[in-house]
């Protein structure tokens, strides 16, 4: 654990751009993400949401939490419209109906509005070079309809729709590489981060912002709820999930890669999994292959580091 | 403050269901959710605002001794800033009924 980068926290703005009220579980790892967020983007934002968690949990009707404009759109259309929202208030700056000044349109959705459902939208407007930041939540299945997997759901991991038992381990497929499907598009920025690193997060968004064109923010948000762990772990498995390799933090600058939270040595993969409810069913031999290939994804990322810094 | 949720009629709704004013969801109390409670012992606190960023539900505010305040309105009891305290001075305790 850094604790030069842990300890600066206090430097962080203390307005809050989430209100208290909201109505996610104990300890949501996904609202921490969503308000560490929106506090490195400050006031001069809007942002339309796909349908998931933090549409159930924020905006319950009469209420909301947020503090700045805020729509909710179906689950596949995020991007598209916040690409809408970006042209419109392009032109209404065009033509002087609004002051001229940096407005931040954010698209943000859980990771079944990113990788499943909302892919092709998003595909869209990272093509058209649109001037917003995507953001993913991704807490790794559908936690707002009761924990259906996702393309998102990791390797063995058990879910309602993907049980464990005595002929399936549960999720028999790979966890979509959404960044590098993001990445792929040629996009300025691409970053992966994780609240339980939060001058990292808010560095990456900040950075998102400010880079002219499309970005995209991948952001692995713990759910208590869905992974089977106590509240009070959230922030201790994204740590575990970072030094385990299961999930790196990265980024890619126009190509460039440069991996942002450095792991000396991977810890051994078992930490991570056994103590969550979702992996309780893992023999050694799914260990064994999950850690092959969280230590192959790892070399593969550090010889992208090396090779894009060639050029 | 807002009118809680159970207060607005739906006459009083405005057109497409639009909520005009930002975040009005403080007026729902969560508070009522939790069963421990976070208890800050200031002698060891080193105000270095962990339990504050790391808080889920944003009840932690800075008081003006510049040490950090759950506010039991909010709080779910979710115990993240009990373990994430780096000086062990955030005891979680359990509720207790009040008596009628």
């Given at each position: 654990?850094?604790?030069?980068?842990?300890?600066?926290?206090?430097?962080?703005?203390?307005?809050?751009?989430?209100?208290?009220?909201?109505?996610a579980?104990?300890?949501?790892?996904?609202?921490?993400?969503?308000?560490?967020?929106?506090?490195?983007?400050?006031?001069?934002?809007?942002?339309?949401?796909?349908?998931?968690?933090?549409?159930?949990?924020?905006?319950?009707?009469?209420?909301?939490?947020?503090?700045?404009?805020?729509?909710?759109?179906?689950?596949?259309?995020?991007?598209?419209?916040a690409t809408g929202v970006e042209a419109g208030l392009k032109a209404l700056m065009r033509k002087g109906k609004i002051p001229n000044k940096k407005i931040h349109v954010v698209g943000m959705a859980g990771d079944g509005g990113t990788a499943d459902i909302g892919l092709q939208a998003l595909s869209g407007a990272l093509e058209r070079g649109h001037d917003f930041i995507y953001v993913c939540y991704d807490n790794e299945a559908y936690m707002n309809t009761g924990i259906q997997r996702s393309s998102s759901t990791p390797y063995c991991a058990a879910t309602t729709t993907s049980p464990a038992g005595s002929v399936k381990p549960g999720q028999t497929t790979w966890k979509k590489n959404m960044p590098a499907i993001a990445a792929a598009h040629n996009i300025p920025y691409v970053a992966t981060a994780c609240p339980s690193y939060p001058m990292d997060l808010v560095e990456k968004v900040k950075k998102a912002a400010e880079t002219p064109g499309p970005a995209y923010v991948h952001i692995l948000s713990v759910c208590p709820t869905g992974w089977g762990m106590p509240g009070e772990d959230i922030i201790?498995?994204?740590?575990?999930?970072?030094?385990?390799?299961?999930?790196?933090?990265?980024?890619?600058?126009?190509?460039?890669?440069?991996?942002?939270?450095?792991?000396?040595?991977?810890?051994?993969?078992?930490?991570?999994?056994?103590?969550?409810?979702?992996?309780?069913?893992?023999?050694?031999?799914?260990?064994?292959?999950?850690?092959?290939?969280?230590?192959?994804?790892?070399?593969?990322?550090?010889?992208?580091v090396e090779f894009s810094a060639l050029d | 403050m807002a009118k809680a949720d159970i207060e607005i009629l739906w006459t009083e709704l405005e057109p497409g269901c639009v909520v005009t004013e930002p975040?009005?969801?403080?007026?729902?109390?969560?508070?009522?959710?939790?069963?421990?409670?976070?208890?800050?012992?200031?002698?060891?606190?080193?105000?270095?605002?962990?339990?504050?960023?790391?808080?889920?539900?944003?009840?932690?505010?800075?008081?003006?001794?510049?040490?950090?305040?759950?506010?039991?309105?909010?709080?779910?009891?979710?115990?993240?800033?009990?373990?994430?305290?780096?000086?062990?001075a955030i005891g979680m305790v359990e509720e207790e009924e009040p008596e009628l």
């Open positions: 654990m850094s604790n030069v980068n842990v300890f600066a926290v206090k430097t962080l703005t203390q307005k809050e751009y989430f209100s208290s009220g909201h109505r579980c104990q300890g949501c790892g996904e609202t921490l993400a969503v308000r560490l967020v929106h506090k490195a983007l400050g006031r001069d934002v809007v942002v339309a949401s796909a349908t998931g968690c933090m549409e159930i949990v924020s905006s319950p009707l009469p209420l909301t939490s947020w503090e700045m404009p805020w729509i909710h759109v179906a689950f596949e259309n995020a991007a598209a419209v201790k498995f994204g740590r575990l999930a970072v030094e385990t390799g299961a999930f790196p933090l990265y980024e890619i600058e126009n190509g460039r890669y440069r991996i942002t939270v450095d792991v000396p040595e991977l810890l051994p993969i078992e930490t991570y999994l056994k103590p969550q409810r979702r992996f309780r069913h893992i023999t050694p031999e799914m260990t064994e292959i999950i850690a092959e290939r969280v230590a192959k994804e790892w070399e593969l990322l550090k010889r992208r | 975040g009005s969801s403080k007026a729902y109390r969560t508070g009522d959710w939790r069963s421990f409670r976070p208890v800050l012992n200031k002698d060891r606190c080193i105000q270095c605002g962990l339990c504050w960023i790391f808080c889920p539900d944003m009840a932690y505010a800075q008081d003006g001794e510049g040490y950090y305040e759950s506010n039991p309105e909010y709080c779910k009891g979710c115990g993240v800033c009990a373990k994430e305290c780096p000086t062990n």
